[in-house]
């Protein structure tokens, strides 16, 4: 089993920026790949970003592209999503994930999944 813990959430403005941190615990050695989703009110989950654990390599939404950046510390077993230029339409609730298999853009390619942070953009 792995355990995700996402911390890093709030409240901001429009324009601002968060660091959204997935920290990753239990038995992380079949870890391939780790995504961000996020589910606004009333709305499906949707893929957000998702990096490969050994190489690094990246993959965004086109509604994020240029404003967002995943990134990963190996030795932490932390995955980070920098938001910037945060949009009223950018307020959901994040969620990290995990996933034996690399550039997944479904929530069923992932088999872990943390419990969200909440992230709130005012106008």
């Known amino acids: 089993q792995v355990q995700l813990v996402e911390s890093g959430g709030g409240l901001v403005q429009a324009g601002g920026s968060l660091r959204l941190s997935c920290a990753a615990s239990g038995r992380t050695g079949g870890i391939r790949a780790m995504g961000w989703f996020r589910q606004a009110p009333g709305k499906e989950r949707e893929f957000v970003a998702t990096?490969?654990?050994?190489?690094?390599?990246?993959y965004y939404a086109d509604s994020v592209k240029g404003r967002f950046t995943v990134s990963r510390d190996n030795a932490l077993n932390t995955v980070y999503l920098q938001v910037n230029s945060l949009k009223p339409e950018d307020t959901a609730v994040y969620y990290c994930?995990?996933?034996?298999?690399?550039?997944?853009?479904?929530?069923?390619?992932?088999?872990?999944w943390g419990q969200g942070t909440q992230v709130t953009v005012s106008a």
């Open positions: 990096i490969t654990w050994t190489t690094g390599s990246t």
């Open positions: 994930a995990a996933g034996s298999a690399r550039w997944a853009t479904s929530t069923t390619g992932y088999a872990y």
